[in-house]
């Protein structure tokens, strides 16, 4: 070894493997995956029961795969893993809805330079998922006809048959308040829906998205339900709201 010349890398010899390094997309984060995602979900407010539900179902996932524990800047894609291992395809989109946000923030941030999850999916996986298909007229028919003559269901029949006929979600029909029947119009008026969280508490929350707020024709046959609902229920000095 001459003398002054020190045994590690040259200076330009390190800078080209900072550059290879760079143009790989790898700056040098020290955050697993789990914990960048669990960073981006912290930065998440205001968010439904039902959305944070499926936040906690996407972190469970992760924590049960070795890609979780990768580093950010030294991470495969293993979303044909998911499917290979028996992931249904709309559980692997919800999951890679989550890390590609989280990887961008990365990117935000300079951990790295290029988000991995960005591309369609449909161009690496089988869409497996299948397209639901609606109640037909004789399924509806014989539904609410059990539902009619069952000993224990006969009681709720108007309220089947009115979810038959609105295409109401349910957590948009138990949200209903009276003065959201306009039985002079004939419309019925959503605009928020009633939900259950797991520690069986209830709470208002607005309707799924921004269009779920809508005006729906009350037909005479589903005014007729209402009304019947109305009289049979339980009398109240207040009307609950």
Do not use: W
Not at 81 to 106: C, E, N, T, W
Not at 203 to 213: A, D, L, N, R, W
């Amino acid at each position: 070894m001459p003398e002054g010349k020190r045994t590690d890398s040259s200076l330009r010899e390190k800078e080209r493997k900072v550059q290879s390094l760079q143009m790989q997309g790898i700056t040098g984060s020290k955050l697993t995956v789990l914990e960048l995602v669990e960073r981006y979900l912290s930065l998440k407010t205001g968010v439904k029961h039902n959305t944070l539900a499926n936040y906690n179902f996407v972190v469970n996932v992760l924590k049960k795969e070795e890609f979780s524990h990768k580093k950010v800047d030294d991470v495969k894609i293993f979303l044909i893993k998911l499917q290979r291992d028996g992931r249904g395809y709309s559980s692997i989109h919800s999951i890679r809805g989550v890390l590609r946000p989280a990887f961008q923030m990365a990117v935000d941030d300079d951990l790295i330079l290029k988000n991995p999850f960005g591309f369609e999916l449909g161009t690496i996986l089988v869409n497996d998922s299948q397209k639901r298909e609606a109640v037909s007229l004789e399924d509806e028919a014989r539904s609410l006809e059990f539902v009619k003559n069952d000993p224990h269901y006969n009681r709720y029949y108007d309220a089947f048959y009115i979810l038959f006929k609105t295409g109401l979600r349910i957590s948009e029909f138990c949200g209903l308040i009276v003065r959201d029947l306009d039985f002079k119009n004939e419309v019925i008026r959503i605009d928020h829906q009633l939900q259950r969280t797991r520690d069986m508490k209830y709470e208002i929350v607005s309707t799924k998205t921004t269009s779920g707020i809508r005006l729906l024709p009350m037909e005479e046959d589903v005014k007729d339900a209402f009304l019947r609902i109305l009289k049979n229920r339980k009398k109240t000095k207040k009307e609950p709201t």
